[in-house]
Every structure is written in C-alpha cells, then in structure tokens.
Nanobody
Framework: QVQVVESGGGSVQAGDSLRLACAYS????????MGWYRQAPGKERELVAP???????NVADSVKGRFTISRDKAKNTLYLQMNSLKPEDTAVYYC?????????????WGQGTQVTVSS
C-alpha cells in the first residue's frame, strides 16, 4: 500500500509562484509512475504533469513554460514548481502514484491541495 499526501497549496496573486509537494510513503518500491493532476471548479480532473523517464518537463499545454515536475527519490517526494500563476490555474491539485502488485496495476491518489490564484 502507498500513501500520498499533497501540500504547498494556498492563495496567491497572479504572477506569483508556488511549489507543491507530494510526499509518498508505504510500499514505495512498487511505484512505477507518478504525476500531478488538477481539477478546477466545474471542470473535470486533468493531467498537468506526468513524471516520465525522458523528461520532467512534459507538461500540459496550458502550463507549458510555467510548471515543472521533479522528484526527490531520497525524500520520497514529488514536486510541482508553478511559476507565473494565472487565475485559470485555480484548482485542487492531486498527486498520484502507479504501483504494481504482481501483475496488478494500482493507482493511489492523495486528498489534494487547493491552489487559488486571484487577479
């Protein structure tokens, strides 16, 4: 089992920066993939930034050039650096972790952290 806890959200003004953290614990050796998602008011949850082996900057077009995903393996923490925040970035941000239990793939979600950007 894996536990995922997001933190670092808050209320900021447009143009500000935030650094979200996703702390994961438990049977972390099972983790094969991780990523950041967000769900804005009245919108569906969307993928923001997957953590890929090729690049940590393979982010969604809406945040391209502003958001960066990274991982500190030693600290069991996934980060989302968010710069030049816009009001449309307002959402609950979620972290997930993909694990394999034998041949079974399991996806773990955190509770989310609120990011509110005002103009």
């Amino acid at each position: 089992q894996v536990q995922v806890v997001e933190s670092g959200g808050g209320s900021v003004q447009a143009g500000d920066s935030l650094r979200l953290a996703c702390a994961y614990s438990g049977d972390t050796i099972c983790i094969s993939d991780m990523g950041w998602y967000r769900q804005a008011p009245g919108k569906e949850r969307e993928l923001v930034a997957p953590l890929t082996k090729g690049s940590s900057n393979n982010v969604a077009d809406s945040v391209k050039g502003r958001f960066t995903i990274s991982r500190d393996k030693a600290k069991n923490t996934l980060y989302l650096q968010m710069n030049s925040l816009k009001p449309e970035d307002t959402a609950v941000y979620y972290c997930n972790a993909h694990c394999y239990d034998g041949a079974t793939r399991i996806i773990y979600w955190g509770q989310g952290t609120q990011v509110t950007v005002s103009s």
